[in-house]
């Protein structure tokens, strides 16, 4: 398992935008797929994104495809989701997931490493 540390959440307004990061602690982090799940109040957890190890490849799930990007420095140590223009229903607890397997996934339990989730507030 890696130690996961998210930042960069906030309050926005629509149409704004913020970037995630998310910093790993722990040995080859480069073997760990990557992701990015969200959760609002009353709903179910949502896989919102995820980078295979190497980076090259990604998922990203329709509700949000053409608005966040995720990407990955592995010298850093850091996984990262931009988010673009942003809607009231993105707001949620925002998640930093690792998996011990290089190839991206798009389910939640499929993940054991996960972060204490940072708060982003989308106002409209």
């Known amino acids: 398992q890696v130690q996961l540390v998210e930042s960069g959440g906030g309050l926005v307004q629509a149409g704004g935008s913020l970037r995630l990061s998310c910093a790993a602690s722990?040995?080859?982090?480069?073997?760990?797929?990557m992701g990015w799940s969200r959760q609002s109040p009353g709903n179910e957890r949502e896989f919102v994104a995820s980078i295979s190890g190497s980076g090259s490849s990604t998922y990203t799930a329709i509700s949000v495809k053409g608005r966040f990007t995720i990407s990955r420095d592995n010298a850093k140590k850091k996984v990262y989701l931009q988010m673009n223009s942003l809607k009231p229903e993105d707001t949620a607890v925002y998640y930093c997931?690792?998996?011990?397997?290089?190839?991206?996934?798009?389910?939640?339990?499929?993940?054991?490493?996960w972060g204490q989730g940072t708060q982003v507030t989308v106002s409209s």
């Open positions: 997931a690792g998996r011990g397997q290089i190839g991206v996934a798009a389910e939640t339990w499929s993940y054991d490493s």
């Open positions: 722990g040995r080859a982090f480069s073997m760990y797929a």
